[in-house]
């Protein structure tokens, strides 16, 4: 133990929640070094003396740990012993340290201690003032993508891992009545009240251990060490069902509704990868009927010369690192003020036997408990003094001291320096608002407090302890308690026996408003003044933002991206407004606030993808008799969620091979399709004929009980989107084919003009799409197969085309419809779906005989266009009506009620002359396929840019036909029979096309109708 | 043809639609082979998961007036439940709240064309009786960890205070959907569509592999 | 992320249930024939986009299935009502009024 402590320069022999018994090792850019159970690796680093964690995103200068929590700018890490795990963008301040972590700097190119960037930070330091991206790289435009990479490099933004992440990340839907955000004094008091009273509690800490100020004070509860207190609470708690406790748990985002993602870590505190079938990271999505932010407040560092020096810090992180981590950062500190809380870290680091240099206090008389305590142990005040600059170049190693005015914005006297390596600053406290403004509040600046309160939201949330400006442990304690009691009257619960612990009074002087020390230069010849550490923003940036015109607070920050990124503005954003608004001379809520946005801090992909990911990405949907295809073979084609055969190659055979042999043998012999995806809909009641005569263009009141018919469904504006088959089953009762893509689309179409247009008609319409498994055989011989497997009479006398018949095939019930998308004798047979495969079996079974070929969709679109037949979506685009198809044989202007596209299509542009109309095109070169999606011309030797004529929809190579067929838009095209349209094509070519029926097979039905 | 087809006075067309004889129905988790997997796979953990397959499922679709509720009560056996989101399970029937005019009805799956044919006889008035039963099957999902499982996949919140024993939600289950019923309180019935079977199996035992998943035969 | 009362569940659910429909209270002509290309153009396309209170169509599409009318302040973003189709708001627009 002594060995591993030896090691760590600045650990202290006692104290801290660490166990000093737990040895841990871990490498730091590609450096091994020790640390101890219940460190974080920022503790752990500074534990081992490590000042430089980064260098700075313009000026490339070294960064040292600032903050212990989540506002830490500067140590961002990558984290990950392997490709896969690597994680950007950690925090050190908020990773807990394990056995074997790996992290390395995220800035700093080629590396942090040595940067061969420096240079740009030391020379000049003018050559990145605020707008530079915008001013230098914007010109040439062409060279941005150059610019971009060398930024990004240099800035060092982290990287995402090349290889799949091997660990589990999830999500989980949570409910409660409150979710308490921050688990310090004021969120453990509001727990603890909620949770006696019967409500479901979520409480959740961005911290491994529950107990967030309380961890690093040296305050009594109880007469004990607050951390006693803590655990008390928190094992009263655990001991309840409907409370969820969530360490290590990012509440990062606050949403309509009381709707907040919370991101928790389940296994970053053990280890790289997670221990086997754990998940690393949930995602918990939670619907509170009551939120209480308990987020406290961030200490705000005071904005001098060189203060982003390593060994600059923020008063109250030293203390968290003394008290919690057992770590003092230094040896000789200078601990700067305007106010009395900070002092505590004077006391802390005295009482950790280091050397306390001075306390330089910017006003005048301060006193108060914590002041006399010092004065007690004979550290010496500075009073109207500030800290004007440090001095060091990898370390600060003295600093310059001088007296200042009352109000802190001149000096008054003369320059003393001072030996020193830690500067601790607190220009008082900010409230972390940051949640309260994703509602889409309006921070309030409270004079009092010298920051920003939550504003008011239209959200089911109330605040307690710091955020509301309550610093003092009695009054947060208070406000946790009231909080709870608030939630509790809302949500109709009682309030609970529950007595507040005692806590120390303590009296607390006067702070003063100070945010920006003078320098004996101005502004912009001084020494930089840091006030956004992770974007490099300065004192000298601001003021010239606001000198060259930037007025609103929200342009100064865009100008000089102060809040920007993974920031958002943590330590930097009121120093920021302090200075714009001195510069604009007005007052601080004059000049206003940005405003917050989620997420809070960097939120994982793995995290956000949840299971959402590999084979679980998005639904696969699968027909009965998938696996039958799969055994075959079979390609696979995406339509909508569906997994469809595409085709069925054989052997060595290429996909146009097997398209040709699948082509061929459904029309010579007999082909089956499996058409199960086919959206199906059920309609019933007595005004269903009604209804599908309003939602169709074609007309329905004479199709007979046993017929089907083909229909077009057009929207308002007259424009086709989708088709099919629907049949009468009874006189009230309709089955409905839709597109398989569009299918869920139909159903709501029908059921919204059901429900808000048409109410009174009685009609109910159910989907049985997964109820049927359909399988369509087609060819001249698939009425010989249907015969092999019924006994009823399927010949042409006793079943027509566009005939339904209901049957039994291969032993199954079945309902069997002839139609055809082929143009061939075809036969559609429905079986209810856990019957299909064994159909499907039978059919091949007999259709041996017959070379029964399954085909796919390829040669269903091949086979479908040698007939012209359309497809919905592919021939349609939404903006071509049934005239432009040449389909007004399926559209009924005679019907008594203006069917749904009726008026649409007869609008004066849907009228109009030389619309794009659908035809075939022939290519005078049969061996030809044009491109579809190619544009037409009429004139190829016409100077581009040509007028375009319309694009191909369809094109395929046929081989019945032994040559390329085509359909397509052409502008008049339906009165243009015989005239030639031009495709010229990227790669030089033009093709020559005639325009042409798009029927090019058997354009009499002679072989469906048989 | 031996095809039974009624074509009763509400013009509407009733067909069996089972097989007779050897010819075995397969469910949508056929290829599973769930049955190998709960003779031979883990027979401890935190989730238990069953295939109620091959049962008759059927849609019932009316706004039934008096009477008819009490005819409806008389052709299934069991009342109707009219609240939103309450179901009725009795041994050989059970029935639960869609939509204010639309139930799901469940029934052993020889028993679905009896119901249909019991409806197309007595029934009269609007309404539809749809058999979805090869569109649809059900899992049964219960144990000690299903509840957080469940949660992983549906937004509704499953507390016992908000959704006790009896309470029937159709939901959004991972990127599918489903009719979610308690059975008891740790027991739930899913009824899902049969195209979306596989993902949601599949959705199941990712969701259950850190509680250790069961399947029962 | 909305949390929305479905007035035929009577509970609430939340948003990734429903679907919005667009602008409710936007009724068919009843004589489509006898609209002026001008007229049938703002049935078809023209929707009012305030800030502040609009009735809005939705869908329970992964619940019941039944469409319903929200009224909702698209600058806060609350739901102020939610009623049935065939229903009048309760809640309108200080100018509507």
Same mark, same amino acid.
């Given at each position: ?219 009594? !509860? ?238 089911? &949330? ?362 061939? !004798? ?97 290519? !005078? ?48 095209? !339906? ?32 072989? &469906?109708?048989? | ?203 199941? &035992? ?12 | ?97």
């Amino acid at each position: 133990m002594t060995q591993e402590l030896s090691k760590q320069s600045n650990r202290l022999q006692d104290g801290g929640r660490i166990d000093r018994s737990k040895p841990l090792t871990f490498t730091y850019n590609g450096k091994q070094y020790k640390g101890f159970e219940g460190d974080t690796l920022a503790s752990a680093l500074l534990a081992n003396g490590v000042d430089i964690v980064g260098r700075s995103f313009k000026y490339s200068r070294p960064r040292g740990i600032v903050a212990a929590g989540a506002e830490e700018p500067n140590a961002i890490m990558q984290i990950g012993s392997t490709e896969a795990t690597q994680i950007p963008n950690v925090r050190a301040t908020q990773q807990s340290l394990y056995n074997g972590l790996v992290a390395s700097t995220t800035n700093g190119w080629p590396n942090v201690d040595n940067d061969l960037m420096s240079w740009v930070g030391k020379v000049g330091g003018k050559m990145m003032p605020p707008g530079f991206y915008y001013k230098t790289f914007m010109y040439p435009k062409s060279m941005w993508e150059t610019y971009e990479s060398y930024i990004r490099k240099a800035a060092g933004l982290g990287r995402a891992p090349k290889e799949n992440d091997p660990d589990i990340y999830d999500k989980m839907n949570q409910h409660c009545d409150v979710l308490i955000v921050g688990a310090g004094p004021a969120g453990l008091m509001a727990a603890l009240t909620a949770a006696r009273a019967g409500a479901r509690v979520i409480i959740a800490d961005e911290q491994n251990e529950f107990g967030g100020s309380l961890l690093s004070t040296t305050e009594a !509860l109880n007469g004990k060490p607050a951390a006693e207190w803590v655990a008390e609470v928190v094992e009263e708690l655990s001991g309840f069902d409907d409370v969820l406790m969530l360490p290590n748990s990012q509440v990062n985002g606050y949403h309509d509704h009381n709707f907040l993602t919370i991101q928790q870590h389940c296994t970053d505190q053990f280890a790289d990868r997670a221990p086997n079938g754990q998940i690393a990271q949930r995602l918990h999505r939670v619907r509170a009927k009551w939120v209480i932010l308990a987020t406290g407040a961030h200490e705000r560092p005071l904005v001098y010369g060189n203060n982003d020096l390593p060994g600059c810090m923020v008063a109250n992180a030293v203390s968290t690192y003394i008290n919690r981590y057992g770590v003092a950062p230094g040896k000789d500190l200078v601990l700067m003020t305007s106010n009395d809380n900070a002092y505590r870290t004077a006391l802390d680091w005295h009482d950790a036997g280091r050397n306390v240099v001075a306390i330089v206090d910017s006003r005048k008389n301060p006193q108060g408990t914590f002041v006399e305590a010092a004065r007690e142990r004979g550290i010496s005040i500075l009073v109207s003094s500030g800290v004007i600059e440090a001095h060091g170049s990898k370390r600060v190693t003295d600093v310059s001291i001088a007296p200042l005015n009352e109000v802190g914005d001149a000096i008054v006297g003369s320059v003393v320096k001072m030996a020193a390596d830690t500067v601790a600053t607190s220009g008082g406290w900010s409230p972390v608002i940051h949640l309260s403004c994703h509602t889409g509040a309006r921070p309030v600046w409270n004079d009092d407090i010298v920051g920003f309160t939550p504003g008011v939201t239209v959200q089911k &949330q109330l605040t307690a302890g710091a955020i509301n400006g309550a610093f003092s442990t009695v009054q947060v304690l208070d406000e946790g308690l009231s909080a709870a009691c608030d939630a509790l009257a809302h949500l109709g619960l009682s309030k609970p026996d529950v007595v507040l612990p005692e806590a120390d009074v303590i009296e607390e002087g006067k702070a003063m408003a100070l945010f920006h020390i003078p320098h004996t230069k101005p502004t912009s010849k001084a020494p930089k003044q840091f006030v956004d550490y992770q974007n490099d923003v300065t004192a000298a940036g601001i003021e010239l933002a606001c000198r060259e015109g930037f007025e609103s607070i929200e342009h100064v920050k865009r100008y000089t991206a102060m809040g920007f990124g993974t920031d958002q503005g943590k330590l930097g954003n009121i120093n920021g407004m302090a200075i714009a608004a001195k510069m604009l001379k007005q007052t601080i809520p004059e000049t206003g606030t940005t405003i917050f946005r989620p997420n809070y801090t960097p939120v994982t992909f793995g995290a956000i993808a949840g299971r959402d990911c590999g084979e679980l990405f998005d639904p696969k949907r699968y027909t009965a008799m998938h696996a039958w295809h799969v055994e075959r073979g079979a390609k696979f084609e995406d339509v909508g969620q569906w997994k469809r055969a595409w085709y069925y190659p054989q052997g060595n055979e290429t996909m146009q091979e097997a398209l040709d042999r699948e082509c061929l043998a459904t029309r010579n012999s007999v082909g089956i399709l499996d058409a199960s995806t086919l959206g199906k809909i059920d309609i019933q009641g007595k005004d269903a004929r009604e209804f599908l005569g309003r939602v169709y263009s074609n007309a329905w009141a004479k199709l007979a009980v046993g017929k089907c018919r083909y229909g077009l469904m057009c929207g308002e504006d007259g424009m086709v989107f989708d088709d099919g088959v629907t049949s009468c089953l009874a006189e009230n009762h309709f089955l409905m084919t839709t597109t398989s893509g569009g299918a869920a689309r139909v159903l709501s179409w029908l059921e919204i003009y059901h429900q808000t247009e048409w109410p009174e008609l009685e009609v109910y319409f159910n989907s049985v799409t997964d109820h049927w498994s359909t399988m369509t055989i087609s060819g001249p011989n698939s009425r010989k197969l249907l015969e092999k497997l019924t006994d009823y009479d399927v010949s042409k006398d006793n079943m027509a085309f566009m005939d339904w018949k209901p049957m039994t095939v291969a032993g199954v019930p079945a309902r069997v419809f002839r139609i055809s998308f082929t143009g061939e !004798l075809s036969f559609e047979i429905n079986v209810q779906a856990n019957y299909g495969l064994h159909v499907w079996k039978e059919l091949f079974e007999k259709g041996a005989e017959f070379d029964l070929t399954p085909y796919g969709t390829e040669t269903m679109h091949i086979l479908r266009a040698e007939k012209g037949f359309i497809i919905a979506g592919q021939d349609t685009d939404g903006s071509v009506h049934p005239f432009d198809l040449g389909m007004s044989w399926a559209v009924s202007m005679q019907k008594p009620f203006s069917f749904i596209g009726k008026r649409g299509m007869q609008r004066e542009d849907c009228v109009r002359e030389n619309r794009k109309q659908l035809v075939g095109l022939k290519t !005078l070169d049969p061996k030809a396929v044009l491109p579809e999606g190619a544009q037409g011309v009429l004139d190829p030797k016409a100077p581009i840019p040509m007028p375009m004529v319309g694009h191909v929809t369809s094109s395929y190579w046929s081989a019945n036909l032994n040559r390329s067929v085509a359909m397509g838009f052409v502008k008049g095209g !339906l009165d243009k029979m015989g005239e030639k349209v031009y495709y010229p094509l990227a790669d030089g070519r033009v093709i020559e096309a005639e325009i042409c029926s798009p029927v090019f097979l058997d354009p009499k039905g002679e072989r &469906q109708n048989v | 043809m031996s095809d039974v087809t009624v074509e009763a006075m509400e013009g509407k067309v009733v067909t069996n639609q089972l097989p007779t004889g050897a010819i075995v129905g397969e469910s949508p988790l056929h290829h599973s082979d769930l049955a190998s997997i709960a003779e031979k796979g883990p027979q401890q953990g935190g989730v238990h998961f069953h295939e109620r397959k091959l049962k008759g499922l059927l849609t019932l679709r009316c706004t039934p007036s008096v009477e008819q509720l009490s005819l409806i009560e008389s052709l299934l056996g069991v009342a109707l439940p009219m609240q939103p989101l309450t179901s009725v399970t009795a041994d050989a029937i059970s029935v639960r709240w869609m939509s204010p005019d639309e139930w799901l009805i469940i029934v052993d799956g020889e028993q679905a064309f009896e119901l249909e044919t019991r409806f197309q006889e007595k029934f009269s008035g609007h309404y539809a009786l749809v058999n979805i039963s090869g569109g649809t099957t059900i899992f049964e999902v219960s144990g000690s960890h299903v509840v957080d499982m469940l949660k992983k996949s549906t937004p509704v919140d499953l507390h016992a205070s908000e959704f006790p024993v009896g309470k029937v939600v159709s939901t959004v289950f991972a990127k599918s959907g489903a009719t979610i019923c308690r059975l008891a309180d740790e027991k739930f019935e899913l009824v899902v569509r049969r195209s979306f079977a596989d993902y949601l199996w599949l959705w199941i &035992q990712d969701a259950s592999r850190e509680y250790g998943l069961v399947v029962k035969a | 992320m909305f949390h929305i009362y479905c007035p035929h569940c009577c509970e609430y659910r939340e948003e990734e249930e429903f679907h919005a429909s667009g602008q409710a209270h936007i009724p068919r002509p009843l004589d489509p024939d006898a609209c002026t290309d001008k007229e049938w153009g703002e049935f078809m396309y023209f929707r009012a986009n305030p800030r502040g209170i609009h009735h809005e169509l939705w869908v329970h599409g992964a619940g019941c299935r039944k469409y319903f009318n929200i009224t909702r302040n698209t600058h806060t973003y609350e739901i102020l009502e939610v009623y049935k189709v065939g229903e009048k708001p309760s809640v309108v627009a200080n100018e509507a009024k």
